[in-house]
């Protein structure tokens, strides 16, 4: 790095992520939740089944969320309901807890190369957990895979071979697989280098060292031989693919999976849709909000109110309409979408949103057959509305009456849309 600015700036994300580290665990020392007593000195399979149980009684405090369209979805715990101060989740304060000065000694004492392509501070990595719809699915699509993998080689006893591909700090998928089961192997690969150390201590302090290894690394240099994992997870998405690069890494990991190895998420559909503010109250149509702007009326297209529409939605009624599937086999080179927005003879502005539904495999665990764990639009960060900001103003595109639109995009590259918009 030879421009002094970047360094300085480097300098100072360092230190910020260590603040935020330190800051998360002094949090979890305040608060009341400790590690109940008995978990101390038990043997390692009594320890395992606590843990287990424990996080299951967290998950299952998890509730369907109300739709969100902007920041974290509120998930402040009831521990810590008391102390409005420490902004963390509950299954963060669990994990952070089991933390010493050690390892803070440990990241303090790693400076990791700034720039790396998809690498998330160790906080931003953490705060997904606190996306808890999301992590609750994901928690309940590996009991089940796993389940179903252990049932069906109950005979072999053979091991289950799992990636955890951008872990994360606290690398929940892969402990959460490691309690179902020891026959469950899990590599963890974490780009920043103090969330893996993070990572490789908490492994550690909660026995399941011989389970689970961390690695330090990019996933797209990463390397096994041919046929080795039976399930991918990685969750390094977010919502319409807008700016990360999930559908890279599975495409990566595919080289190194067996035939009938799983994906989570195994599919997923990306949804368009646009709202608008019309000069004119529409005569008919959908119930309109109407809201004052300066002096003049204006009537919002309420797209909220429709997030939840099927593939069939028709897109200036403000309901999503699907624009792109993607799966591990069928990788998509860009993503593009076609609206049509406005009455015919009104000016108005409009915006331009992506969403997502996300799916992870599921089996049911009476039939045994395959379905799907589901994440709905704007349940989850992963899932939630984006807008396409392109050049418009604020991003909201200007028109003269009823057009059609048109948008493109690289997946991990909203930024750089492309939009399109015409007079039919
Ligand atoms: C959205 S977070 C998910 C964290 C955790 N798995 C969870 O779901 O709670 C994505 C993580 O992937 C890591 N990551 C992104 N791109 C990566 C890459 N190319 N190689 C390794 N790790 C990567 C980021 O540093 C970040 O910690």
Redesign the pocket.
């Known amino acids: 790095m030879t421009d002094p600015s970047e360094a300085l700036k480097a300098q100072a994300d360092d230190a910020q992520e260590l603040r935020e580290f330190e800051s998360l665990l002094k949090s979890a020392r305040l608060t009341r939740l400790q590690l109940p007593p008995r978990i101390r000195g038990a043997s390692p399979e009594v320890k395992r089944e606590q843990y287990k149980r424990e996080i299951d009684e967290m998950l299952g405090r998890i509730t369907y969320p109300e739709p969100f369209t902007e920041g974290v979805p509120q998930a402040i715990p009831k521990p810590f309901e008391s102390s409005p101060k420490h902004k963390f989740c509950e299954l963060e304060m669990y994990f952070a807890q089991m933390l010493d000065d050690e390892t803070l000694r440990l990241v303090k004492s790693i400076t990791p190369e700034r720039g790396k392509?998809?690498?998330?501070p160790v906080m931003?990595?953490i705060k997904?957990?606190g996306d808890l719809w999301r992590?609750k699915c994901?928690a309940q699509s590996i009991q089940e895979v796993v389940a179903d993998f252990c049932k069906r080689t109950a005979h072999t006893n053979e091991p289950m071979s799992v990636v955890?591909?951008?872990?994360?700090?606290?690398?929940?998928?892969a402990m959460y697989a490691a309690l179902q089961d020891p026959r469950v192997r899990v590599t963890c690969?974490?780009?920043?280098p103090r969330?893996a150390a993070i990572a490789k201590a908490i492994v550690d302090k909660m026995g399941l060292g011989s389970q689970i290894e961390v690695v330090a690394?990019?996933?797209?240099q990463f390397k096994r031989p041919k046929d080795t994992f039976d399930l991918v997870i990685s969750?390094?998405m977010n919502s319409a693919f807008a700016t990360?690069?999930l559908q890279d890494?599975m495409t990566h990991l595919r080289d190194f999976t067996k035939p009938a190895a799983k994906f989570m998420p195994e599919r997923v559909e990306i949804y368009a849709g646009v709202s608008g503010f019309w000069d004119t109250a529409p005569s008919s149509g959908p119930p309109k909000q109407q809201i004052r702007l300066d002096t003049s009326n204006y009537y919002f297209l309420n797209i909220e109110q429709k997030l939840t529409a099927s593939s069939q939605g028709q897109d200036n009624t403000g309901s999503w309409k699907k624009v792109a599937t993607w799966t591990p086999e069928a990788p998509l080179d860009t993503i593009k979408g076609q609206l049509t927005v406005g009455p015919e003879e009104d000016k108005f502005g409009f915006k331009i949103h992506v969403a997502s539904r996300v799916y992870l495999p599921g089996v049911d665990q009476t039939t045994g057959e395959s379905r799907p764990v589901e994440i709905a639009p704007e349940r989850s960060l992963i899932t939630s509305r984006q807008d396409i900001l392109n050049d418009a103003y604020n991003g909201l595109f200007y028109t003269e009456g009823k057009e059609v639109v048109e948008f493109s995009y690289k997946p991990g590259e909203l930024e750089d849309a492309w939009v399109s918009h015409k007079r039919q």
């Open positions: 392509k998809g690498a998330f931003g990595g997904c957990l992590t994901f955890d591909a951008g872990s994360g700090a606290f690398p929940f998928m690969i974490e780009h920043n969330a690394g990019d996933i797209l969750e390094t990360e690069y890494h």
